[in-house]
């Protein structure tokens, strides 16, 4: 049974009329959007083989919301609902259970919780907020215990944690939220607990507070307008002299028509002592600046949602990287902006001019009067002057801003996390790699390239229901990133390098932490920046440069010769399905059919894949051909022979190994049934009998009213929308009577327009 011959012959065309048929009966794809931006390169769905993540859950516990790593880097400290934990982390997979300590609000705090009109199902219980390691044997930790804050001293024997006493816990007001919706920062700096909060129950008095240690509690005065009421803190840095706080609040300095929130960094000195008559157990060098994240012309991603400090490296200052949202959704989508502050710019704006505000007009100008030696808010020794004091009552505002361009802009995306590191290529170069936590639980892995922007290498959705990421915590020295959310914590190695089978792949990767080793032919992670015959490019991502001396010759030809060839044996009356596996978002893929063309009226691109109606002259070698970054490759090439007459094999492609492979036939309505090998006679008939019914229906309107038959000329002129298989190059199929084809799902048939709808949304 050879495959029909091509020609005029009847069931030759009726096959390709009912291949035509198959194609508009395949169910519209729908395209994976991701906004503007950076594509990440691919992308891992949750429990994806290949980036297996270790998952660590325990039951009973949930809202693993804080993240420590200890000073040896092994253990990591685990803040939860109600407990403590100490996982083991030196070993890689998941995360092992050292111990675990309860924490629970007293019944006393949960029964006045539940009486103040909290729920005793999600909010009166200790949600962990704080947990900071206070010296060689200590942890301090605060939570918001039913709307109570508390804080404790943790001992720790080993890195495994011992219980915590009754009576060693303490009042946390300003430490901890009440709240756990509300938002909050802290960190330990020489031994005092630096806190950025809400001070009270209804969550309307944010606090900058210093306690612990030997230095005097010092706090913001809740009677000075320093903070709006909203002010949310999401970050606090320390710097050399001074703590720089993160936050965002309501902005009172612009006149505008909506609640501007803007966002800000503030700075405090760590040897504030507060005034002596004046400002008593009060900042005296609290000041504050606009935070600006924004492309140029454009509305600013006004809302910081997390920093991080990148230390000096041996060409860069020290920099803090922050991300943030907008305010304003554009086209219904928010979108992220990633940006990096230089510590210089922000100390610069503090040493600037500040704002004051005109009592006559109530706005906020630049003040011009005469300045004071020493300078107000400036770290000087010694007690500062009442007149100095009576100042900084009412100039805290920077008349300057630090402003800075996005690194990247993501549309579709909200981050809520970021994680930061430098890593080395084989020359030794260091890159920028960033780890952005979604607020839909994926993780996107971003490198910053020499021009200040970032691209994405892959992402990795963690979490198999979309919730959002709470927390991130980068772990060196075991070479992974741990992330907090609801359910548990997961290890996300930096990289499986294995992923990118080819030298091609690996160096078109463009990450960091992969190279492509020419001996073992393994993409392999770089451990040591030494290994200078490894292979990478993370400057022009160049294949064809980097991957010369190996399978891909140092030719210039656009082609390079494939590695193995797949052998596909015709099945008669039947379609083939050629798949290609898309392993670059970044590449476009297109089919190339020896040096000839591709048969059009018998094959269809459709998901990527090619189907192939089998025909004479259909034989030969088809190649899937990828381009990225100025570069062609074949990923898969298929060599399609009828078992017959079997064709004589290209000379150009001798000595490439083969395997005869199977590969998926007719495949209709998007069935998982994909390697059942189906014949398409039976659905054949069904299709000639409807085309009979509707040859004849049409007969009997052309012959019963000729205004029918115009009518029907009409219709045959308006069919003709594709299925949005972008791909498929049907341009010239058949019109089709829709009504009859309208079994299926997929495609939707408009009654007053007859034609085949399609399903974009
Ligand atoms: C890395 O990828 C390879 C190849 O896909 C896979 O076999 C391996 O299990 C992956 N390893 C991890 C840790 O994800
Ligand atoms: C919360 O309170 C309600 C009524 O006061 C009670 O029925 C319920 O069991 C409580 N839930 C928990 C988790 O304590
Ligand atoms: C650590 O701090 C705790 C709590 O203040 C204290 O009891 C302990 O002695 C300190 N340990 C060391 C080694 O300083
Ligand atoms: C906490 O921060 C998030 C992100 O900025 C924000 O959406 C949320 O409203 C904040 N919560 C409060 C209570 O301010
Ligand atoms: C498209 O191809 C991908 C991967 O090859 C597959 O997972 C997906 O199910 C296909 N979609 C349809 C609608 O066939």
């Not at 639980?441 to 892959?458: C, I, P, Q």
């Amino acid at each position: 049974m050879a495959p029909p011959a091509l020609g005029l012959d009847p069931w030759n065309l009726l096959g390709l009329f009912f291949f035509q048929v198959l194609l508009l009966l395949l169910p519209p794809l729908t395209a994976g959007g991701g906004g503007q931006g950076p594509v990440p390169r691919v992308r891992y769905n949750a429990g994806d083989p290949r980036r297996a993540l270790g998952f660590f859950q325990q039951s009973g516990l949930r809202d693993f919301d804080t993240l420590l790593l200890s000073g040896d880097g092994n253990t990591l400290y685990v803040g939860a609902r109600e407990a403590i934990l100490a996982l083991a982390i030196q070993d890689p997979g998941v995360p092992r259970l050292k111990n675990m300590i309860p924490w629970p609000a007293s019944e006393r705090k949960k029964r006045e919780c539940a009486l103040k009109k909290k729920s005793n199902e999600t909010q009166c219980f200790n949600f962990i907020r704080v947990l900071v390691s206070f010296n060689a044997t200590h942890l301090y930790a605060c939570g918001t215990f039913a709307f109570s804050p508390a804080c404790t001293f943790i001992e720790l024997r080993d890195s495994y944690l011992l219980p915590i006493l009754e009576e060693k816990v303490m009042e946390g007001k300003g430490q901890s939220p009440f709240d756990p919706a509300h938002n909050h920062t802290a960190v330990l700096v020489d031994g005092m607990l630096y806190s950025g909060t809400m001070n009270n129950f209804l969550g309307s008095e944010p606090i900058l507070m210093r306690t612990l240690g030997s230095q005097p509690v010092l706090k913001t005065d809740t009677f000075l307008p320093w903070l709006h009421a909203d002010a949310s803190f999401v970050a606090a840095i320390p710097s050399t002299q001074v703590v720089y706080f993160f936050f965002e609040e309501t902005a009172s300095e612009f006149d505008f028509f909506e609640k501007l929130r803007t966002s800000r960094v503030a700075q405090v000195c760590k040897n504030d002592v507060g005034g002596e008559k004046l400002l008593q157990r009060k900042w005296t060098t609290f000041l504050k600046a606009q935070l600006l994240c924004a492309q140029p012309g454009q509305l600013p991603f006004n809302i910081i949602r997390h920093a991080v400090l990148l230390p000096a490296g041996s060409s860069t200052g020290p920099r803090i990287y922050a991300v943030f949202t907008s305010q304003w959704q554009v086209g219904g989508t928010r979108s992220s902006a990633v940006c990096a502050f230089s510590l210089s710019d922000i100390e610069n704006v503090f040493k600037g001019k500040y704002k004051e505000l005109n009592k006559e007009t109530s706005r906020w100008t630049t003040y011009r009067g005469v300045e004071t030696n020493p300078r107000p808010g400036s770290c000087s020794v010694g007690p500062s002057s009442d007149k100095v004091l009576t100042f900084m009552k009412d100039h805290f505002l920077m008349d300057g801003q630090v402003v800075e361009t996005p690194l990247l802009v993501k549309s579709g995306v909200e981050y809520t996390q970021l994680a930061v590191e430098t890593a080395q290529d084989l020359d030794g170069h260091s890159h920028v790699v960033m780890y952005l936590g979604t607020s839909t639980g994926s993780l996107h892995k971003a490198v910053v390239s020499r021009d200040n922007r970032a691209y994405l290498v892959e992402e990795i959705q963690l979490f198999t229901d979309p919730e959002p990421v709470r927390n991130l915590q980068l772990a060196p020295s075991q070479g992974a990133v741990f992330v907090g959310f609801s359910g548990g914590v997961q290890r996300v190695p930096r990289a499986n390098c294995s992923v990118y089978e080819t030298c091609v792949d690996c160096v078109l990767a463009r990450d960091p932490h992969c190279a492509w080793n020419p001996e073992s032919r393994v993409c392999c992670l770089l451990s040591t920046p030494n290994l200078k015959h490894w292979k990478q490019d993370m400057e022009r991502g160049n294949p064809e440069w980097a991957c010369a001396k190996g399978p891909m010759g140092r030719s210039h030809r656009p082609q390079s010769r494939p590695q193995i060839i797949k052998e596909v044996l015709v099945v008669p009356n039947s379609i083939l399905e050629l798949p290609c596996p898309h392993l670059s978002a970044l590449a476009s893929y297109r089919w190339s059919h020896g040096t000839g063309k591709i048969p059009e009226a018998s094959s269809a691109v459709y998901n990527g894949s090619l189907l192939l109606l089998p025909q004479d002259g259909v034989g030969g070698l088809y190649q899937c051909i990828a381009t990225e970054n100025g570069f062609s490759y074949p990923v898969v090439s298929y060599w399609v022979d009828s078992q017959d007459q079997p064709l004589a094999m290209d000379p150009e492609l001798a000595g490439i190994p083969r395997e005869r492979v199977q590969v998926p036939l007719t495949r209709v309505g998007g069935g998982a049934a994909m390697a059942a090998q189906r014949s398409y006679w039976p659905h054949f008939l069904v299709v000639t009998i409807l085309l009979a019914l509707v040859l004849s229906g049409a007969l009997i309107i052309l012959l019963t009213a000729p205004l029918g038959a115009l009518r029907a000329r009409g219709k045959v002129q308006g069919c003709g929308t594709l299925p949005s298989g972008d791909k498929a190059p049907l341009s010239r199929q058949p019109c089709l009577e829709p009504q009859k084809e309208s079994r299926t799902s997929a495609t939707n048939v408009d009654a007053d327009n007859n034609h085949l709808g399609t399903d974009t949304a």
